[in-house]
């Protein structure tokens, strides 16, 4: 949860919806990216000399790598949600 919130003193929505926008650029990138790895450094080719357990090898690798990016754009997506409910925020409590 973010506590801010646009203000004549402060930052507009317009502001918050930048932010946010930049926040989804974040999130297709990191899939871009992710994408990149597993063609192009977790794939099968590249265990081929690692021995009998490379098959073991490659799964934990492409299971780690799975996960950490799934993580990260998970955490941008928190952030972008949190600015996204912050902007309809008006500060005054209810």
Known sequence: ???ACPNI???????FAD???AL??????IQRASSEVFANVADG???QTLGPD?????AADRARLRADFA???????????????????????A
């Open 24 to 29: 989804n650029d974040a999130i297709h990138a």
């Open 9 to 15: 003193n402060g930052n507009t929505r317009r502001d």
């Open 54 to 58: 490379r098959n073991d090898l490659h």
């Open 71 to 93: 993580k990260a754009a998970e955490l941008l997506e928190g952030i972008a949600n949190d600015i996204a409910d912050a902007a309809n925020n008006t500060g005054v409590a």
């Open 45 to 47: 080719r590249n265990y």
């Open 1 to 3: 949860m973010i506590s």
């Open 19 to 21: 932010a946010y926008r």
